[in-house]
């Protein structure tokens, strides 16, 4: 079951399997495991001590996995964090970036974004972007790869992937990780990097 749905997507994305970043939140390591085997190698998890309790087996057999943290990162989980996974896609303050250095100033990292500007969700205000990009580069020489966003769910997607997708265009960002199992169809429209998707996939 799980691969049928691996490989409707991978006919959706044109066979680009590095368009597919399996969101494996909540799934045991065996379920991961299945995807694995059938050749899938990008993954993202939201939460640091779940990763590590799952991972760490997972990346010996499969050195070639990549892992995203594409869930809030605490400052005090940043260290463990740097061990684990290869990208964080979740970059949005001073004190995270600060972090981040001081631990593994080379560490591939996505800022985001909180397009919407919605006080109860994470990111960086489109108007603050330019300042903070400046910060993480010139203050904490981090290697910014690209953005990510997650639009609010009673407006329209689409609103929020042309915003990310000019700012990254503006700023000559090269990645851009949006859209998620309710609106990756309108992403890919919108030239995202990478889609991430779970429910689509596990159920």
């Known amino acids: 079951m799980l691969e049928e749905n691996l490989k409707q997507i991978y006919a959706e994305l044109g066979y680009n399997k590095d368009k597919l970043l399996v969101a494996s939140k909540n799934r045991t390591a065996e379920q991961i495991e299945i995807l694995l085997k059938y050749g899938h190698r990008l ?37 463990l964090a740097t061990t684990i996974f290869d990208v964080i896609e979740t970059l949005d303050r ?56 997650i639009p609010p769910v009673d407006e329209p997607a689409s609103l929020h992937f042309a915003l990310l997708a000019d700012m990254a265009k503006k700023y000559n960002i090269k990645k851009l990780s949006m859209g998620m199992s309710g609106d990756y169809k309108i992403a890919l429209k919108f030239g995202t990097s990478h889609i991430r998707l779970g429910t689509s996939i596990f159920n």
């Not at 991972?55 to 940043?78: E, F, M, R």
């Not at 919605?118 to 953005?147: R, Y």
């Open 94 to 149: 001073e004190k995270l970036a600060k972090t981040i250095k001081k631990y593994k100033n080379d560490m591939s990292c996505y800022i985001q974004i909180n397009t919407g500007e919605e006080p109860q969700k994470a990111g960086v205000k489109p108007l603050e972007f330019a300042d903070f990009l400046d910060f993480c580069i010139d203050e904490c020489s981090l290697n910014i790869e690209g953005l990510m966003c």
């Open 43 to 79: 993954f993202g998890e939201n939460r640091v001590q779940e990763a590590t309790e799952k991972w760490p087996k997972l990346k010996a057999k499969y050195p070639d996995t990549k892992l995203h943290l594409i869930g809030a990162l605490q400052t005090n989980k940043v260290k």
